[in-house]
């Protein structure tokens, strides 16, 4: 009976293994959508990145900042994390801004999901562009209220392989937009 016990849990991870690698070459084998082929130029900005910010209108305590951005491929490659925080903050997510944002492919649609300071969560929904450099992401619904404002649109923009734009628009309570650009280089 000990030997039953010890055998099911490995003919159990078997089996969810042969069935992960059947999925992967069945993947592999389809053509790929717009939202795939956005999916996969974003999943190759994986790796730490710092730029500046630029606001407008001008936001006196983020203007010229220093930012660190994070992407990461997670979940057998069905997730990106992006995470953000200014350079040199310590890493207590409690006291200082430190967004998250998942993307992650639903169907024939690229999705983002912001996990934002403000205490909300908007989704957003990508339109690729046609050179496969710039995947712009649209407001779709949101979690949560918008007392401090939300998060509204993103563009993710690769220009080589160690650098890239990110454009965010947040709108602020009363939906008066505030727009940060970085220029960010991939750390070393």
């Not at 989704?123 to 979690?143: C, H, I, Q, W, Y």
Request: negative net charge.
């Amino acid at each position: 009976m000990k030997s039953l016990r010890f055998m099911l849990p490995v003919v159990l991870m078997s089996l969810s293994t042969m069935i992960f690698a059947q999925m992967d070459v069945q993947k592999s084998d389809a053509p790929k959508s717009d939202a795939q082929k956005s999916f996969d130029q974003l999943k190759t900005l994986a790796g730490s990145w710092e730029g500046h910010v630029t606001t407008v209108p001008p936001a006196p305590d983020i203007e010229g900042q220093l930012v660190q951005v994070s992407f990461r491929v997670t979940s057998r490659g069905n997730a990106i994390v992006h995470e953000m925080k200014g350079a040199g903050t310590p890493d207590d997510p409690t006291k200082y801004d430190h967004p998250l944002t998942m993307l992650y492919l639903d169907s024939d649609r690229l999705l983002l999901t912001h996990y934002c300071d403000a205490g909300n969560r908007p989704r957003m929904v990508a339109t690729p562009s046609p050179d496969g450099k710039k995947v712009e992401f649209e407001f779709l619904d949101l979690a949560g209220g918008t007392e401090y404002g939300h998060m509204h649109h993103a563009v993710f923009t690769a220009i080589d392989a160690n650098h890239h734009t990110e454009d965010w628009t947040y709108m602020m309570p009363g939906d008066k937009p505030m727009h940060a650009h970085m220029d960010l280089q991939r750390a070393k």
